[in-house]
């Protein structure tokens, strides 16, 4: 018999950007944007697609270019409240071991009333299994920080298209 362990973890992450509501919220609507943020050079990818809607799914399947796992990112968008809220759960796998599951809040408001900047809040409440991804604890960490790293990126990408 496996030894199976299931930790559970939440984190929220905030982050304010300079720039209005809809051009944050394109960052997450527009694929081709998203593209530019959610991934890394460092990863060959399989298979890649966005389809934006209730109901509509997300898959980002890859490997690091020197090699290893494949992994796979199945996320299923659940509720869509344009410029105001993105709600989707996600599924991530190492080859066949499923790695994680986890359910996802971003909301998006202006920062004052002027509308010149918007505040980005984005919770996420998951359960790391069997040590796909390290242990528990460790695994936990790492999507924190990884999806901080993120959030940083779509920082850059909004300064930089200004």
Known sequence: MTDRTATHATFVLEREYPVPVDRVWAAFADPELKRQWFGSDEFAYVERADDFR???????DGRHRDGGPLSR??????????????????DMWLDEAHASTSITTI???????????????FTEQGVHLDGVHGPGP???????????GLLDAIGKLLVAVD
């Open 107 to 121: 909301t998006f408001e202006p920062t004052d009333d002027s509308g010149a900047g918007t505040r980005l809040t």
């Open 73 to 90: 990112y199945r996320a299923t968008y659940t509720d869509i409240a344009p410029n105001e809220r993105i709600v989707y759960t996600y």
């Open 138 to 148: 460790e695994a936990a960490a790492g999507r924190e920080s990884g999806t901080a």
């Open 54 to 60: 209730v109901g509509g799914v997300m898959i980002d």
